[in-house]
Structure formats: C-alpha cells, structure tokens
C-alpha cells in the first residue's frame, strides 16, 4: 500500500546544529508539504512542493529550507536549529491540482536545547 | 505516534449524541472548505469538503454547512462514537494554477463520553 513515512520519529538536538528530516511518499503525487504544529497554533505551513525542482515558502519559513530532487522526498533542514524550532513537524502529500485532500506522515517531534 | 497537546476548546459529547464543530474563517476568495481529524499520536487525516458555492454536503455520518454570509463552517456528526475523539480542523484551499495550499485553522478537540 501506499504511504508517507517520516524519519526520525523524535529528534533532540542542540541550538546552533543543523537537522534534517526526511519525508518519503510512495503515493507518486506531486505536491508535498512541511508543516509545524504547536501549542495553540494548529499546523503552520513552513514550506512546500508541486513538483520535482519546485520549491516554495509557507508562512513561517524562516529558519528551514527544502529541496525537491525527486518526486518521493521532500527532506526539511533546519540550518541552525533555535529553540523556537522546538515543536512537532508533519509531512504531507496531495494529488494534482485542486486536491482538498493531503496525505500525512505520523509527524517528528523536535526538541531543540 | 506523534500529538501535541494544544490548549484548544473542548467539546464534550455524550456518546450517541450528535456533535456540531464550529469554524470560523477569513478568506472569501476560498474555493473550498475541509475538515480534517487529528487523533492523539497521528497525523491529521481528511474528512469532508465542501466546494465554495454549496452550502450543504453530506457524507457518512457526518455533514458540513457553509454560511457564506457571516463565514461560518460547521461539522456535525450524528450519532458520536468513542472513535470521535481527537482534535478536529478546519482548512481553507484557494486553488491556483500550480496546485492546492491549505491554510488551517486551530482546531477544537472533541471528547465522547461513554
């Protein structure tokens, strides 16, 4: 069956490192999604994808980037991991254009000391 | 799994009864609703959606109602069951050319007693 597996499942690292999480999709869609979600903020889109070398900023991307090299993994890197960056992260995937419906990962969570 | 425990209002239903989650949203120019369920440990997962120029559709157990006038959206369940419990979000997509982005909104956690 078709899914969307994140990894690691719980990271703890130390300000100033650089992190990377990795997204994988097997459902060969073309959109992919990070997002964060914290207490009292729902989920945040941090950055996305609608295709293999296309990359986008979310509303609080500041702090992450992504690159897209092919159509399974959207890996998101933290390039200097601050303690605001502490938070849960998801991973998503939707079909084509117009899909209401996205697909998420079990989520990471990131502690950042 | 993965949850966050968000400070979020909270629904207590009895279990049977019928639950109504409200949203309320901010884009007009939206094209499409959504509603999505989180349970504890998992990542959020699709419900229902409802296209901008409806105001009404119905699925398995559950309807949602657009109220384009005062930007309303609402979920109901019939017939709430333990397996209701989780955290429930509304989404707004505004469909472009390149593709979908949801913006969600915060969420209401509903709690089904036996």
């Known amino acids: 069956d078709a899914e969307i597996t994140q990894s690691p499942r719980h990271k703890i690292t130390e300000t100033g490192r650089q992190v990377t999480l990795a997204c994988h999709q097997t459902?060969?869609?073309?959109?992919m999604f990070w997002y964060r979600q914290d207490l009292g903020h729902g989920l945040r889109l941090i950055h996305y994808?609608?295709?293999?070398?296309?990359?986008n900023k979310g509303e609080v991307s500041d702090g992450y980037s992504v690159s897209r090299s092919n159509t399974e993994d959207l890996p998101l890197t933290l390039e200097s991991a601050a303690s605001s960056q502490t938070s849960v992260y998801f991973c998503?995937?939707?079909?084509?254009?117009?899909?209401?419906?996205?697909?998420f990962g079990p989520g990471t969570r990131l502690t950042v000391l | 799994g993965e949850s966050v425990g968000l400070h979020l209002p909270t629904l207590s239903v009895q279990e049977g009864d019928n639950s109504i989650i409200n949203c309320a949203y901010s884009n007009s120019a939206s094209d499409y609703f959504i509603w999505y369920k989180q349970e504890s440990g998992k990542g959020p997962q699709f419900i229902i959606d409802?296209?901008?120029?409806?105001d009404k559709r119905q699925g398995q157990r559950v309807t949602v109602l657009l109220n384009k006038t005062v930007k309303h959206l609402s979920l109901q369940i019939a017939a709430t069951q333990p397996g209701d419990s989780a955290v429930y979000f509304c989404?707004?997509?505004?469909?472009?050319?390149?593709?979908?982005?949801?913006?969600f909104g915060g969420g209401t956690r509903v709690l089904v007693k036996p």
């Open positions: 409802i296209r901008s120029n409806m």
């Open positions: 989404a707004e997509n505004k469909v472009k050319a390149a593709g979908n982005k949801l913006t």
């Open positions: 994808s609608y295709g293999v070398q296309d990359t």
């Open positions: 459902w060969n869609h073309n959109n």
């Open positions: 998503a995937s939707s079909e084509g254009q117009g899909g209401n419906e996205q697909f």
